[in-house]
């Protein structure tokens, strides 16, 4: 970047801007994914929208790629690239919460961890993810699927509004009446067409829930994906949770011998009385013989944080997505094959509900391009040993190609690597052509393209 549009930057914002060579340098480029290993010509710690647009600016006049980060768990790695402008978010995590319209005003830095801290003080959340350090933004932009998302819909169904920086360098409100066209893009479009530095939610009754993990054997995998599969057809909205692969962790509740050892797990969130979790729990016992179990009650954002300590910054990152219709047994078999595979306690596969609420919403009403699916399959490898990276990728590629046959066209953006750009209008789904024609609305020079990018 020229020296005179670098000093021009540094005069025109509040925040830090950290070159090449200051001090800093080398913790301010660091991403979430340790394969990411990227040098941008400098780091703009933003402080707020003003400093975004100066960033948005400052890239445009240099001819610089521009890269964003919000909360910084992009698995691609997006939020940095090679002599790019970074815009960091990080520093813009205020979260204002209205008790009196159950209404959040968030900053576009924030993770699902603050979110949901602020708001349980009120007794209420919205969907989130699954991982509480996962940030607001991108997830909420890539549609967001999580535990209430049959209950109270996708993280984009509950956006209100969101404060935009566009490529031009204005700030907009974007809602249902101000940038409409935008704020239907937002909801599921990704960061296509500008930086959001604030959003602002629909909350939403949730304070204790029913959860936690079960484990059964591998052998009882096939009866218990079936059984989920049936009954999360009718079941009630409360419940959000989902089977997963996973190797079990050294935790007190799984028997020491086991610790390590691949299995089926099940991870309830039930918002609703205890009894009727427990009911709900009871009908997995039935089908098969848990190995090792810890749910009961607890408060949802225990539950939103309870996997954290599995997926550290730092770890090598390799995923795939999937849509699914049914778990047929064809395709259960195609999981069977690959699943029990999984490489490291880090890596799991999940089976998500998108159905309930998810299905309320039309089709073509948000963004969000996948409304007929019911499940939404991620494929995710993390291993803390990058000479593991070929095997591991591996794994996660033999998966997908197994199981795409029995897959929707295209994947959850949210979910998708770095490699997934040529799968990016089936990504989409059945909105693309219209996100494309909002983009060249928006975004017709292509400025915010380090993302699952939409060409103008």
Avoid at 132 to 153: M, P, Q
Avoid at 314 to 339: I, R
Avoid at 426 to 433: I, K, L, R, V
């Amino acid at each position: 970047m020229s020296m005179k549009v670098m000093d021009s930057l540094r005069s025109s914002v509040k925040g830090s801007v950290v070159e090449e060579g200051d001090d800093g340098y080398d913790e301010a480029r660091i991403v979430y994914n340790a394969m990411i290993d990227r040098r941008p010509s400098a780091v703009v710690r933003c402080q707020d929208a003003a400093d975004v647009a100066a960033v948005v600016r400052a890239a445009a006049e240099d001819g610089s790629d521009l890269a964003v980060r919000g909360g910084g768990h992009s698995v691609p790695g997006f939020g940095t690239a090679d002599a790019a402008l970074v815009a960091d978010l990080g520093d813009l995590t205020s979260v204002a919460v209205d008790p009196a319209s159950s209404t959040a005003e968030v900053g576009g830095g924030a993770t699902w961890g603050m979110f949901n801290e602020a708001a349980a003080q009120f007794g209420l959340a919205t969907t989130g993810g699954i991982i509480s350090t996962t940030g607001v933004g991108g997830l909420t932009l890539g549609g967001g699927i999580g535990y209430l998302a049959r209950g109270h819909g996708l993280s984009c169904d509950n956006l209100l509004a969101a404060e935009v920086v566009l490529a031009d360098g204005r700030v907009v409100t974007a809602s249902a009446d101000e940038e409409p066209d935008l704020f239907w893009a937002l909801r599921g479009g990704g960061g296509n067409f500008g930086v959001v530095t604030k959003f602002r939610f629909q909350l939403h009754p949730v304070s204790e829930i029913y959860g936690g993990p079960m484990f059964f054997e591998l052998a009882d995998a096939p009866a218990i994906l079936a059984h989920f599969a049936e009954y999360v057809r009718t079941a009630p909205r409360e419940f959000g949770g989902f089977p997963a692969f996973q190797i079990a962790p050294p935790l007190p509740f799984v028997p020491e011998d086991r610790a390590g050892e691949p299995f089926m797990a099940v991870i309830f969130c039930y918002n609703g009385p205890s009894s009727e979790g427990e009911e709900i729990i009871q009908g997995f016992r039935d089908v098969a013989k848990p190995v090792a179990e810890m749910t009961g009650p607890m408060p949802y954002a225990a539950l939103n944080g309870a996997f954290d300590g599995l997926v550290p910054p730092g770890l090598q990152h390799y995923w795939k997505a999937a849509f699914l219709d049914e778990l047929t047994p064809e395709s259960v078999a195609a999981h069977m094959e690959h699943g029990p595979r999984v490489p490291t306690v880090n890596s799991t596969v999940h089976f998500y509900p998108i159905n309930g609420a998810c299905h309320d919403v039309a089709s073509d009403a948000t963004a969000f391009g996948h409304r007929d699916a019911n499940f939404a399959l991620v494929i995710a490898g993390m291993w803390p040993d990058p000479t593991q990276n070929i095997a591991n990728t591996a794994w996660v590629k033999d998966y997908y190609a197994a199981i795409e046959p029995f897959s929707q066209p295209g994947g959850y953006i949210n979910f998708a690597s770095q490699d997934d750009q040529p799968k990016v209008s089936s990504n989409y789904g059945a909105n693309y052509d219209r996100l494309r024609a909002v983009k060249r609305a928006y975004d017709p020079d292509n400025v915010f393209h380090l993302n699952q990018n939409i060409v103008p």
